[in-house]
């Protein structure tokens, strides 16, 4: 609202109230002289005209209220003021249908019930990263909303923002994100980063900040996440108000494990001139962005830190070839199916989309051709070309990635070591890709392969930086990476390019399809799988269906086998023979054959090596054993009850050396340290302290790691050799905690247990 009022009510620079000029000068006149006490200001100075709202309101909203925005409060988890709170921020940035509206999506979700999540576009006074800047925006409703009422730890996996709060926390006010304006507005408030700046810097000690892999690694990231999504949704007309505040409730209730009741809504106490649900001011409009899509990357600082994730672990998009001017909206893409059939169409959305000649939209090349082509699988990056050069995306992909490896190399700021392992990584796939195209595909193990990211062993965050790597130059592995054990070989492929059902075939037949159903589109979890317990070294023993009592019973008493597989070829299962179905035929009859003691339903007991461990209990629990087939489809080993146990054996002992770890470790410091002081050295190190009984491995490092502290505890030992010790075992602990596919090396276990009788010696 711009309707200039009738009294010359004008808003004050220096506090936001009303103020009116009078014959003595400018002054604040009643009620707002008492009504506004906290906020009035001894010399009033005009900035401009007052709102017909702000001369209602008596003020200047000091914050204003986004246009997309919800925050609620579950009630069962309400806490008392001055309760540690725990909050995960996360941001959500794609491209929107209009070229002056880019949704940036954003959501937080705090242990107290706390939830809010909405929207903003983009606007030329935050001219950077984009999801840097959705997560930005997630910080400063979630702060503005918890402090100062609760010592808040925030949760992020973005290090800028971690950085952020810790400078503001120390008294560094100008701290903001690349490409920020630090600048009042043109209605005359504080930037929203730099309002937020002073309340942390004024609460410093209610502030902390801990820093994560991924927001997928807690259930409040993944909840913050989702309703970052939601928000974008809400924003890009995606989904109603109504829709998206019932999906909101549903996903903060489930999260958090209560039921779906809300607080009732009542006034920020203490804060009248905080957010409201006014429209926006005319005052606080920005120009639109320039047309070029390019909005959040003005400047090319901005735009290769962006692009940088592109080889860290994130699958380019249709977006990023928009973003980096290699495709435009509007252009046709065409997939020709079969030669001589007319050919599938679709155009390059705004938001990054594809859509078909039927108007539906997708946001990945491989749905939109599967979809277009009634299969279930096809390599959409290979087969759609851009007219009229008939280029795949895939080759847009493939320049794209090559400019960004280009530019990291070049990077001064980067570490040597790190632009040179990209470089190196890089020139790997692209040879890899070269020797498959060739009919000479790479061939190692999968410890061989990981090595290429600087790896020992494969978890749920390294496996999908490894698998958008490979999916970004049009590669996958056979057998899956993910699904077998460490010293299994695989090969490295090309993802199959062809016309229509011969593709999809070999897609399926390839096993590529299961783990991912769009192509190359989507990183799945895998899990534990039946490939990563079979040994490396087995060879499947099996006999064949003429086979006699002595044969069968010979080999299975040479390998102490408690059953034998019964095939008719290495492809074709016809049964088993036990023990148990021995002795059976001949109870039955003394003078039975082989063939009676075949247990023919085991046939039916045959599962690929990519099925998920836990898709199978039951059938073992029922029936003792399976069979597993290898990628060729051969029938490759067999699995039992005890190869379980095995399993899950290897994860416990390290699993329990870690508790009794955790347990020592803190007893030690609940008897050495009090809580002041372990909060204290908590924070120095940026991590937040709730209490003895909620410390981390993480906590115990930075309170061990404290000078002082380390003095107090009076150990004659080297602290700098303790911590590193401490922090090696940190990591086998996530990897335990995470249920890794690969085992703790028998060299980890033993450092878990010289450490667990160290700290058990010099604690008596």
């Known amino acids: 609202m711009t309707d200039s009022n009738s009294a010359g009510e004008h808003i004050c620079r220096n506090c936001g109230v009303i103020c009116v000029q009078e014959a003595a000068g400018w002054l604040h006149p009643e009620p707002w002289r ?103 925006r997630a910080l400063f409703w979630a702060l503005l909303r918890l402090v100062p009422a609760y010592r808040v730890t925030v949760v992020t996996d973005y290090q800028d923002i971690a950085d952020m709060v810790n400078a503001w926390r120390r008294g560094d006010l100008s701290a903001a994100p690349p490409g920020y304006d630090r600048s009042d507005r043109p209605s005359g408030r504080e930037a929203k980063l730099m309002y937020l700046a002073r309340r942390v810097h004024e609460h410093a000690d209610q502030v902390a900040v801990r820093i994560v892999g991924g927001y997928e690694d807690t259930a409040l990231g993944r909840a913050a996440n989702d309703l970052s999504v939601l928000g974008w949704q809400w924003c890009a007309g995606d989904v109603t108000k109504a829709t998206a505040h019932d999906r909101a409730l549903t996903i903060a209730s489930k999260a958090l494990g209560v039921d779906p009741i809300l607080v009732v809504r009542m006034p920020e106490p203490g804060e009248p001139d905080e957010p409201g649900d006014d429209e926006p001011d005319s005052t606080d409009q920005a120009a639109p962005t320039p047309e070029n899509g390019n909005a959040s990357m003005s400047d090319g600082s901005s735009s290769r830190s962006r692009r940088e994730l592109l080889i860290n672990g994130r699958r380019v998009r249709i977006s990023d070839l928009i973003e980096a001017g290699r495709l435009a909206v509007g252009t046709e893409l065409t997939y020709q199916q079969r030669i ?48 009229p050069t008939r280029e795949t995306l895939h080759q847009l992909r493939a320049r794209l990635l090559k400019d960004v490896a280009d530019e990291v190399a070049q990077d001064e700021a980067r570490p040597h070591e790190e632009a040179e392992a990209v470089r190196r990584r890089f020139a790997m796939l692209e040879e890899a890709q070269a020797e498959a195209k060739a009919g000479r595909p790479r061939t190692l193990t999968v410890r061989e392969f990981i090595k290429h990211w600087g790896l020992e062993d494969r978890d749920r965050t390294t496996s999908s930086q490894i698998d958008a790597d490979l999916a970004n130059h049009g590669l996958t592995t056979i057998p899956d990476f993910r699904t077998v054990s460490l010293d299994k070989t695989i090969r490295i492929l090309v993802l199959p390019e062809g016309d229509g059902d011969a593709a999809a075939a070999e897609v399926v037949n390839d096993r590529v399809e299961p783990m991912t159903s769009t192509g190359d589109e989507e990183s799945v979890d895998v899990g534990l799988t039946l490939g990563n317990l079979l040994p490396d070294d087995m060879s499947l023993t099996w006999v064949s269906p003429t086979a006699s009592f002595e044969e069968a019973i010979t080999a299975m008493q040479v390998d102490d086998f408690s059953q034998l597989a019964v095939l008719a070829n290495p492809y074709t299962v016809h049964g088993a023979v036990t023990w148990e179905s021995i002795a059976a035929a001949k109870h039955r009859d003394a003078n039975a054959t082989f063939s009676d003691a075949i247990e023919r339903r085991a046939a039916a007991r045959v599962f690929d090596y990519d099925v998920r461990l836990l898709d199978v209990l039951q059938t073992l629990q029922q029936h003792g054993f399976i069979f597993v087939r290898d990628e060729q489809r051969k029938v490759s080993g067999i699995i039992t009850a005890a190869d379980v146990v095995r399993k899950y054996d290897e994860t416990a002992t390290p699993f329990f050396l870690i508790g009794e770890i955790d347990q020592e470790l803190r007893q030690l410091l609940q008897n050495t340290f009090d809580e002041e002081v372990v909060r204290q050295a908590c924070r120095s190190a940026g991590s937040s302290f709730k209490s003895f009984d909620s410390m981390s491995v993480g906590q115990y490092q930075a309170v061990l790691d404290n000078p002082d502290c380390w003095t107090q505890l009076g150990w004659p030992l080297d602290r700098n050799v303790f911590i590193k010790r401490l922090d090696r075992l940190r990591k086998v602990r996530n990897n335990v905690m995470h249920f890794n596919p690969d085992p703790v090396r028998p060299a980890d276990v033993d450092k878990l247990r010289n450490f667990l009788d160290l700290i058990r010696r010099y604690s008596r």
């Open 340 to 387: 001589g059939e007319p050919p599938y169409r679709a155009t390059v959305t705004e938001r990054g989309q594809l859509r078909l000649a039927d108007g539906r939209e997708f946001a990945t090349p491989s749905r939109a051709a599967a979809e277009a082509a009634g299969l279930t699988a096809v390599p959409g990056w290979a087969v759609w070309r851009v007219q």
């Open 34 to 136: 008492t009504l506004k006490a906290r906020r009035i200001c001894d010399r009033p100075e005009p900035l401009r005209r007052a709102t017909s709202q702000e001369s209602k309101r008596g003020a200047m909203q000091l914050v204003r209220r986004d246009r997309w925005i919800r925050q609620e409060q579950l009630q069962q988890l309400a806490v008392a003021d001055g309760s540690p709170v725990e909050v995960a921020v996360v941001g959500c940035y794609q491209l929107h249908s209009s070229a002056h509206e880019h949704p940036r999506g954003w959501g937080y979700v705090a242990d107290d019930g706390h939830y809010g999540f909405g929207a903003t576009t983009t606007r030329r006074r935050f001219d950077g990263d984009g999801e840097l800047a959705a997560e930005a």
